[in-house]
């Protein structure tokens, strides 16, 4: 009698896996394996990625870092505490691009915050440098693989990303509107004096000064949040004012948060947006969330890494789910986007990005923003 085998399809639903060609005893060894999860960078936001991966069972991780032995003391010490926390996942911690090797999702922290002096271009070449690398030895090591970009300044560098490993669009993609979303749903809550479970929050445009947290379209269970403070203050003009503030706020939290700690940048709150996006594609579970995708028309723009709300899924960026802005949210998001092609047109200048990657990064022959409609 000859073996029956059973696969479960969302198990083989994974990122990376490719099982065309594969007999059917291997096809079920490839079914029943974890997700491996690759974390490029053992910093802060690293460590805390590599916890939340373990605890939640996402996958097997390896943690890399050029800083010798640093990602295996991390990892060590999180595997030290299953027996406490209860998961079983198998931690890696290593110095070598090979231990990514059959990675289904990369999720890229490395690079430099910016330090007092350091201009805005000095963080663009440093970090350009450390995402080309990145980028060569992911696509050497682990071409079937999505990557999630968080490292700064998010839009470019999701943009070189894309171009050094010559990935799909799809599959790679950059972690930012879950983050300045969720800060935007805290402080609306506080404010409000709501469970932030019950908030809906949404930002879009360039991770930056000229985010664009959408006022209309936030609610709290299906309320406006802006009927909701006009009850409070009795007032359109001070609810007005108070949203302002909430906005300035979550448009300057990582700034917030650098200038309280001192030495160093938020990195628990970036890391659990990024699980959440992570946990989206390893379950494939289809979730609308706001990330940095390449646009091609979508929001009147064209060639150009944006933050908008997409689905998620095993395939990555699935499909980019438009929402009607009104004349002034318009002009706020074109605003915003105008500071990511300046960024590209910097790195451009640099010479990150050449002629020849310029006929791949872009959908049309043309390199400059466009309006559509």
């Known amino acids: 009698m000859s073996n029956v085998y059973i696969i479960l399809e969302p198990v083989f639903n994974v990122p990376g ?70 998961f079983d996942v198998r931690l890696i911690g290593t110095n070598d691009y090979r231990d990514i090797a059959g990675a289904d999702l990369c999720i890229v922290t490395a690079g430099l915050p910016r330090k007092p002096g350091m201009s805005r271009e000095d963080l663009l070449v440093t970090n350009a440098k450390i995402i080309k690398t990145t980028g060569e030895n992911i696509k050497q090591y682990a071409p079937d693989s999505q990557v999630m ?138 979730r609308v969330l706001p990330a940095c995708a390449y646009l091609d028309g979508e929001y009147g723009v064209r060639g150009y890494y944006v933050g908008v709300p997409v689905v998620l899924g095993k395939d990555g960026v699935e499909r980019i789910v438009e929402v009607t802005l009104n004349e002034e949210e318009r002009g706020m998001f074109q605003h915003s986007v105008a500071s990511v092609v300046k960024l590209i047109d910097d790195m451009r200048r640099l010479g990150f990005l050449t002629a020849a990657v310029d006929e791949t990064l872009f959908s ?9 409609g």
């Not at 049309?364 to 559509?372: D, Q, S, T």
């Open 17 to 86: 896996r490719r099982l065309a060609g594969k007999s059917q005893k291997e096809v079920l060894a490839v079914a029943f394996q974890r997700p491996k999860i690759a974390l490029i960078g053992g910093g802060q936001i690293g460590g805390v990625l590599a916890q939340l991966s373990a605890l939640r069972e996402l996958g097997d991780i390896v943690m890399f870092d050029i800083v010798e032995n640093l990602p295996r003391g991390k990892t060590l010490d999180i595997a030290e505490a299953a027996g406490v926390d209860h």
């Open 149 to 286: 970009v968080i490292s700064n300044p998010l839009d470019a560098m999701v943009t070189l990303m894309q171009h050094v490993t010559g990935f799909p669009p799809n599959r790679v993609y950059g972690q930012a509107g879950v983050l300045d979303s969720s800060r935007f749903a805290t402080f609306l809550a506080w404010e409000l004096g709501v469970s932030v479970k019950d908030i809906n929050a949404l930002v879009l445009g360039g991770h930056g000064d000229r985010m664009v947290p959408l006022v209309r379209y936030a609610n709290v269970g299906g309320i406006p949040a802006m009927e909701l403070l006009e009850r409070k203050y009795g007032n359109p003009f001070k609810a007005r004012e108070i949203m302002a503030s909430i906005v300035d706020r979550t448009r300057k939290a990582g700034t917030e948060v650098v200038s309280l700690l001192k030495n160093g940048s938020a990195f628990y709150s970036p890391a659990a947006a990024a699980i959440q996006m992570a946990t989206a594609v390893l379950h494939d579970e289809k």
């Open 364 to 372: 049309r022959p043309e390199h400059e923003l466009k309006l559509i």
